[in-house]
């Protein structure tokens, strides 16, 4: 299974920590082909060149077999990510930190294509893409 992950860089401070976790946790079940992305530090992924990035990713995007992203921190990347695989019939995991006084966007929130996942701790977030990804065949 190829995996498409998402999340927030240059829209909010990236939670690199957390990122890491859930790529290494969702290595179990397949390659995750942002990893390259995630894996270079915060500045020099912002000092790549912005459409080597769109084509680099509108690429990876166009292999994956599923797509998560995690939305906590807003950006409109990654709302632009979502938007793609749902026109392309990928399968979408959204993970949201519950934060007091803040909810995800209403467009996501209402949207059957994606299973949205309010999580507290963060063992839950890691159930939900073991879950998540197992429902979809992965090993």
Do not use: C
């Amino acid at each position: 299974m190829r995996i498409y992950f998402a999340g927030s860089i240059r829209g909010g401070e990236p939670d690199g920590d957390w990122f890491r976790q859930l790529i290494h946790h969702m290595e179990g079940f397949g390659e995750v082909l942002t990893r390259q992305a995630f894996g270079l530090p915060w500045e020099d992924e912002m000092d790549v060149d912005e459409g080597e990035i769109y084509r680099r990713d509108m690429r990876w995007l166009s292999q994956a077999d599923a797509l998560v992203a995690e939305i906590t921190a807003p950006s409109l990347g990654v709302g632009y990510e979502v938007a793609k695989a749902e026109q392309r019939g990928i399968p979408v995991l959204l993970l949201y930190k519950k934060t007091p006084g803040k909810k995800p966007s209403a467009m996501l929130m209402g949207n059957p294509h994606f299973k949205l996942v309010e999580y507290t701790e963060k063992e839950e977030a890691l159930g939900a893409v073991e879950a998540f990804l197992s429902a979809l065949g992965a090993s």
